[in-house]
């Protein structure tokens, strides 16, 4: 993992990923005048204002990758069974399988984000220092998260063999860089708002963003350090304006619609095309159906209102796959269900849904259309207007906060109403899916449904016991999480819910972690003698916070 010379990598670092970007978000003024002896594409000294959205569009790129099935986001959503899709569906992987992203972090994001931290101290550019360091901060805890140990002080350049470090270690660590990137907002916070892809340059975002994330680790290691994330998450709830608490401060990418370069989703990239994107999860599926839940028709797109499982004629559309199932693929392109409009951005389904009953108040029919005459009901045909892939990448929302907030209610002994954060979770996604679809030409829930959906959460929660409780907060959350599989991922490692479906025929055992990518195993000189070992350890080694076994 070489350092290479970050500025006229940005260059490259831009044009790669300017396809992530919305339209017009970069300018580039001109200078007065131009010195014929430098060379503008190999400047020597980094802009901070360029340097600062590569990071941010390489961290959403290989996060997110170039599907549903692909990069970190991909193959979490896979195990977590929000998509029915490649390998990771029978809990295989290899050391191929997130090659990529490791790459692009370690030799892209990393190195750029030591720039900007090492060349804006010495330039007292303290906001894009600020930034830098929450980035920094959130990205190696997700690479945490996912890989367990890692390469951590020696990355990011000047050393070729980096060794890996433990997992726990890097996390304290973290909550240092956090503590840092806060303090450094207070020092004087000036970020050209272009250069800020996530909150155009709003200091107050990045401290809510920054207190947040950190919120979210307490929360992340309570089973380990139960004293210090129950003495830590109580600090941020007792700072009145710290933490998002509204859907305006989400930690959220928003992708664009051009084509040309590509700004869209990438799950909307993948799926809105002639050859797809894989299957959708059929838990999910049932799930959002026994539940009522409204959200199914955000999420989930019928190709063919009569379609079923294997491509039968007498199902209602909803032809996904289970987990586990390895069955070649029939000719099923034209008919097989696809994603919805949130959050990738995609059509709204609006057709009939035969099996919905009178029990069912909040998913029903109301308005819906059957048979393709009528113009309502939209069979995408992948042209002009079927959907623009303007959706979302909900990294730290409002939502996540409120759900974190109601797991350490009922876990830690926090002191805060469980039920209502629960409630205020719930009605901050509705309203967030609202908002997508609508941005997308698509329907919204009315607010009198969202009131009552919102109303027999509390309800429900009213009459579980504390097991109950907490289950009902994990699917809520879960379902929820659909477009981050990463946090879904991290949620069923540490707590065990949702319960997930059995697979038909798993290739391995449920995967504890990722595997490394195996370029690294053989060119890193710590890890070359043991690379097998080490490797296979990462299928049933639990992080060092998941304590669950």
Same mark, same amino acid.
């Given at each position: 993992?070489?350092?290479?010379?970050?500025?006229?990598?940005?260059?490259?670092?831009?044009?790669?990923?300017?396809?992530?970007?919305?339209?017009?978000?970069?300018?580039?003024?001109?200078?007065?005048?131009?010195?014929?002896?430098?060379?503008?594409?190999?400047?020597?000294?980094?802009?901070?204002?360029?340097?600062?959205?590569?990071?941010?569009?390489?961290?959403?790129?290989?996060? %997110?990758?170039?599907?549903?099935?692909?990069?970190?986001?991909?193959?979490?959503?896979?195990?977590?069974?929000?998509?029915? %899709?490649?390998?990771?569906?029978?809990?295989?992987?290899?050391?191929?399988?997130?090659?990529?992203?490791?790459?692009?972090?370690?030799?892209?994001?990393?190195?750029?984000?030591?720039?900007?931290?090492?060349?804006?101290?010495?330039?007292?550019?303290?906001?894009?220092?600020?930034?830098?360091?929450?980035?920094?901060?959130?990205?190696?805890?997700?690479?945490?998260?996912?890989?367990?140990?890692?390469?951590?002080?020696?990355?990011?350049? $000047?050393?070729?063999?980096?060794?890996?470090?433990?997992? &726990?270690?890097?996390?304290?660590?973290?909550?240092?860089?956090?503590?840092?990137?806060?303090?450094?907002?207070?020092?004087?916070?000036?970020?050209?708002?272009?250069?800020?892809?996530?909150?155009?340059?709003?200091?107050? @975002?990045?401290?809510?963003?920054?207190?947040?994330?950190?919120? @979210?680790?307490?929360?992340?290691?309570?089973?380990?350090?139960?004293?210090?994330?129950?003495?830590?998450?109580?600090?941020?709830?007792?700072?009145?304006?710290?933490?998002?608490?509204?859907?305006?401060?989400?930690?959220?990418?928003?992708?664009?619609?051009?084509?040309?370069?590509?700004?869209?989703?990438?799950?909307?990239?993948?799926?809105?095309?002639? $050859?797809?994107?894989?299957?959708?999860?059929?838990?999910?599926?049932?799930?959002?159906?026994?539940?009522?839940?409204?959200?199914?028709?955000?999420?989930?797109?019928?190709?063919?209102?009569?379609? !079923?499982?294997?491509?039968?004629?007498?199902?209602? !559309?909803?032809?996904?796959?289970?987990?586990?199932?390895?069955?070649?693929?029939?000719?099923?392109?034209?008919?097989?269900?696809?994603?919805?409009?949130?959050?990738?951005?995609?059509?709204?389904?609006?057709?009939?849904?035969?099996?919905?009953?009178?029990?069912?108040?909040?998913?029903?029919?109301?308005?819906?259309?059957?048979?393709?005459?009528?113009?309502?009901?939209?069979?995408?045909?992948?042209?002009? $207007?079927?959907?623009?892939?303007?959706?979302?990448?909900?990294?730290?929302?409002?939502?996540?906060?409120?759900?974190?907030?109601?797991?350490?209610?009922?876990?830690?002994?926090?002191?805060?109403?469980?039920?209502?954060?629960?409630?205020?979770?719930?009605?901050?996604?509705?309203?967030?899916?609202?908002?997508?679809?609508?941005?997308?030409?698509?329907?919204?829930?009315?607010?009198?449904?969202?009131?009552?959906?919102?109303?027999?959460?509390?309800? &429900?929660?009213?009459?579980?016991?504390?097991?109950?409780?907490?289950?009902?907060?994990?699917?809520?959350?879960?379902?929820?999480?659909?477009?981050?599989?990463?946090?879904?991922?991290?949620?069923?490692?540490?707590?065990?819910?949702?319960?997930?479906?059995?697979?038909?025929?798993?290739?391995?055992?449920?995967?504890?972690?990722?595997?490394?990518?195996?370029?690294?195993?053989?060119?890193?000189?710590?890890?070359?003698?043991?690379?097998?070992?080490?490797?296979?350890?990462?299928?049933?080694?639990?992080?060092?916070?998941?304590?669950?076994?």
């Amino acid at each position: 993992m070489k350092k290479a010379n970050h500025y006229s990598h940005i260059l490259k670092n831009l044009r790669s990923y300017l396809g992530l970007a919305l339209v017009g978000v970069f300018t580039i003024s001109c200078e007065k005048f131009v010195d014929i002896n430098d060379d503008p594409n190999n400047p020597t000294e980094p802009t901070l204002n360029l340097l600062l959205p590569a990071t941010q569009l390489s961290l959403v790129g290989h996060f %997110s990758g170039s599907s549903a099935t692909g990069g970190l986001n991909g193959g979490a959503t896979t195990v977590s069974q929000h998509v029915a %899709s490649g390998n990771l569906n029978r809990w295989s992987q290899t050391g191929n399988t997130f090659s990529t992203p490791w790459a692009g972090f370690y030799t892209e994001t990393i190195p750029d984000l030591e720039t900007i931290i090492s060349v804006g101290t010495e330039q007292e550019e303290w906001g894009y220092v600020a930034i830098a360091k929450l980035q920094k901060a959130y990205l190696y805890s997700i690479m945490v998260d996912v890989w367990g140990d890692i390469p951590y002080s020696q990355a990011g350049g $000047g050393y070729p063999n980096p060794a890996f470090e433990n997992g &726990q270690e890097i996390y304290d660590s973290l909550f240092d860089l956090i503590d840092e990137g806060l303090s450094d907002i207070g020092k004087g916070f000036s970020v050209t708002s272009s250069a800020d892809l996530f909150f155009q340059g709003s200091a107050e @975002k990045w401290s809510r963003m920054g207190k947040s994330l950190k919120l @979210k680790l307490l929360n992340q290691i309570r089973l380990v350090d139960a004293v210090r994330a129950e003495t830590g998450i109580k600090a941020l709830i007792a700072d009145a304006d710290g933490l998002i608490d509204d859907n305006r401060h989400d930690f959220t990418f928003q992708y664009g619609t051009t084509v040309s370069p590509n700004a869209r989703h990438p799950w909307f990239v993948s799926w809105y095309n002639t $050859g797809r994107g894989g299957y959708v999860s059929m838990p999910l599926i049932d799930r959002l159906k026994a539940q009522d839940d409204p959200r199914l028709r955000y999420y989930i797109f019928r190709m063919d209102e009569r379609r !079923g499982l294997a491509n039968s004629t007498n199902g209602e !559309g909803y032809y996904g796959r289970y987990p586990g199932d390895g069955t070649a693929s029939p000719a099923d392109l034209n008919t097989r269900a696809i994603v919805g409009i949130y959050p990738a951005g995609g059509l709204y389904d609006n057709g009939t849904i035969p099996s919905l009953t009178e029990q069912h108040v909040y998913l029903n029919n109301d308005g819906a259309v059957s048979g393709t005459t009528n113009n309502s009901f939209k069979v995408a045909l992948f042209t002009n $207007g079927d959907g623009n892939g303007a959706g979302i990448l909900p990294l730290i929302t409002n939502f996540m906060v409120k759900f974190i907030r109601a797991e350490a209610a009922l876990t830690l002994n926090t002191g805060e109403d469980a039920k209502q954060l629960l409630k205020d979770g719930v009605e901050a996604h509705l309203t967030l899916v609202n908002a997508v679809s609508a941005s997308n030409g698509g329907q919204t829930i009315p607010p009198a449904n969202i009131n009552g959906f919102v109303y027999r959460i509390g309800e &429900q929660f009213d009459a579980a016991d504390a097991a109950g409780k907490m289950e009902l907060l994990m699917m809520q959350k879960w379902i929820a999480l659909y477009g981050n599989g990463v946090e879904a991922y991290n949620d069923y490692r540490r707590t065990g819910l949702p319960e997930l479906a059995d697979l038909l025929a798993p290739l391995d055992e449920y995967p504890m972690r990722f595997y490394y990518s195996e370029t690294e195993l053989t060119s890193n000189e710590t890890v070359i003698a043991i690379r097998d070992e080490f490797q296979r350890k990462q299928q049933f080694t639990p992080v060092f916070w998941d304590v669950n076994d």
